[in-house]
């Protein structure tokens, strides 16, 4: 490669996160975008130690999430209380396993592989990993789309208690578990915006500069 692509940190250029207009702040100044006046930053500020805090406790929140019941079954003989993985093997039936997959894989697959994809970029972003770089940005875009469709087992969740409710004799309770799942999906979201994508390219582009 005869040519290296030059970042717009390396230009002494900012963009603006609310606007998207590219300025160039002046040095030793508290930067403001000149359209729309949010604070500008060449890199979110504290992105890696944030993000980590957050996966940290998203993690944390992964526990009780799945250990604390999500659901209870009250009928005329009694009560039941059925945590996520109680509920999957519940519902794995000859007619209705396609519905235990999606909450399987809702609920408990795709939470925890988003907080081990953010460690895995957290942790190669602070190593200063020249590999993978365009893999790595695919992996974080995927994590942010996922997103979007975090809260579905919450939607499968309601779904399911309305359909109960139709029963006669039978009727259905939120468990705790259901709280803490739904703090794992936020806090999860919100790790992904902490994190600044365009860190994964800044070291590579240091050591082709040196
Ligand atoms: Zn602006």
């Given at each position: 490669?005869?040519?290296?692509?030059?970042?717009?940190?390396?230009?002494?250029?900012?963009?603006?996160?609310?606007?998207?207009?590219?300025?160039?702040?002046?040095?030793?100044t508290?930067?403001?975008?000149?359209?729309c006046?949010?604070?500008?930053?060449?890199?979110?500020?504290?992105s890696?130690?944030?993000?980590?805090?957050?996966?940290?406790?998203?993690?944390?929140?992964?526990l009780?999430?799945?250990?604390?019941?999500?659901?209870?079954?009250?009928?005329?003989?009694?009560?039941?209380?059925?945590?996520?993985?109680?509920?999957?093997?519940?519902?794995?039936?000859?007619?209705?396993?396609?519905?235990?997959?999606?909450?399987?894989?809702?609920?408990?697959?795709?939470?925890?592989?988003?907080?081990?994809?953010?460690?895995?970029?957290?942790?190669?972003?602070?190593?200063?990993?020249?590999?993978?770089?365009?893999?790595?940005?695919?992996?974080?875009?995927?994590?942010?789309?996922?997103?979007?469709?975090?809260?579905?087992?919450?939607?499968?969740?309601?779904?399911v208690?309305?359909?109960?409710?139709?029963?006669?004799?039978?009727?259905?309770?939120?468990?705790?578990?259901?709280?803490f799942?739904?703090?794992?999906?936020?806090?999860?979201?919100?790790?992904?915006?902490?994190?600044?994508?365009?860190?994964?390219?800044?070291?590579?582009?240091?050591?082709?500069?040196?």
């Amino acid at each position: 490669m005869n040519a290296l692509p030059a970042t717009a940190m390396s230009l002494g250029l900012a963009g603006c996160e609310v606007c998207g207009l590219v300025s160039r702040p002046l040095a030793g100044t508290a930067p403001h975008c000149p359209r729309c006046g949010e604070a500008l930053h060449f890199r979110r500020p504290a992105s890696i130690e944030r993000c980590w805090a957050l996966v940290i406790a998203a993690l944390i929140l992964y526990l009780p999430a799945n250990l604390l019941p999500v659901l209870t079954t009250y009928t005329p003989l009694g009560s039941q209380s059925d945590t996520i993985m109680q509920g999957v093997v519940e519902l794995w039936s000859p007619t209705s396993w396609p519905l235990a997959i999606v909450v399987f894989v809702a609920s408990i697959t795709i939470p925890l592989g988003k907080l081990i994809a953010l460690a895995y970029l957290l942790i190669t972003v602070q190593r200063g990993s020249l590999t993978s770089t365009r893999q790595r940005v695919r992996l974080y875009r995927m994590v942010k789309f996922i997103g979007r469709w975090s809260m579905l087992d919450v939607f499968v969740d309601t779904f399911v208690v309305a359909l109960v409710q139709l029963k006669p004799l039978m009727w259905m309770a939120p468990g705790p578990g259901v709280m803490f799942f739904a703090a794992v999906v936020v806090v999860t979201m919100v790790a992904v915006n902490c994190f600044d994508p365009r860190l994964i390219w800044d070291l590579p582009q240091k050591e082709c500069n040196a």
